[in-house]
């Protein structure tokens, strides 16, 4: 069965440091992979999505994730972190031919010191 | 345009009660999920709606939870006799049809959730 492992419940950086947050997958297939952030109060926002094609994927607000299908890895970047980035974070796949529905990751919980 | 809204924001009940919670999809998304969000963890799923078709829901966590939609619009998620256990956000989200023209999952878009407190 598919399944999401986020290895780091939480990581704090530094204002203006670069950021790598953890993604492992399980997937039978080519995987749909994302990356969704939670501030707050707030409902999740789609960051950025892999379907195909580049590896490299770019996404909102400076992120950018990386396929690598050898390592099973789907991590999330930015080079530099802004205090507003503080947040949870999920990566999530479909829950394979049933429907549209995603598995999440338990999360990553991002402070930032100034 | 709006985004998906759900209401209440926040909900106590007492043990035993019957809860209804409701979202409201993006207009013209014929996909709504509903997930639950317990404190600390990730989002589960719980059931998924796709136009007409039968709902998907393999994610309900007991009978006590149930869910409808009237065609592509509001959807209530209706949980009775609350447990302690049942305290969560809960989050709606929905999209357009599941798989997009060119293939790939259409973006499912979230509310801000109700969160759920049974005392």
């Known amino acids: 069965a598919q399944s999401v492992t986020q290895p780091d419940i939480h990581i704090t950086v530094s204002e203006g440091a670069s950021l790598e947050l953890r993604c492992n997958y399980s997937y039978g297939a080519t995987p749909y992979l994302f990356w969704y952030v939670q501030s707050p109060g707030q409902g999740l926002q789609l960051l950025l999505k892999?379907?195909?094609?580049?590896?490299l994927v770019q996404g909102i607000k400076g992120f950018e994730a990386e396929f690598k299908r050898s390592q099973s890895s789907f991590n999330l970047r930015k080079p530099s972190v802004h205090w507003s980035d503080a947040a949870e974070y999920f990566c999530?796949?479909?829950?394979?031919?049933?429907?549209?529905?995603?598995?999440f990751g338990q999360g990553t919980e991002l402070s930032v010191k100034p | 345009g709006a985004g998906v809204s759900q209401s209440p924001s926040n909900k106590v009940t007492e043990k035993g009660k019957d809860v209804e919670l409701r979202c409201d999809p993006i207009?013209?998304?014929?996909?709504l999920y509903w997930y639950r969000q317990r404190l600390g963890q990730g989002l589960e799923f719980l059931i998924y709606f796709q136009g007409n078709s039968a709902p998907d829901k393999s994610g309900l966590p007991s009978d006590r939870f149930s869910a409808e939609r009237t065609g592509e619009s509001v959807s209530t998620l209706t949980i009775q006799r609350t447990q302690q256990e049942d305290s969560a956000v809960y989050l709606c989200?929905?999209?357009?049809?599941?798989?997009?023209?060119?293939?790939?999952?259409?973006?499912?878009?979230f509310g801000p959730g109700t969160r759920l407190t049974v005392l």
């Open positions: 999530a796949v479909p829950a394979g031919n049933q429907g549209g529905k995603l598995i």
């Open positions: 207009s013209g998304h014929t996909a």
């Open positions: 892999y379907f195909s094609g580049d590896t």
């Open positions: 989200a929905s999209s357009r049809q599941v798989l997009g023209l060119a293939g790939g999952y259409n973006e499912q878009f």
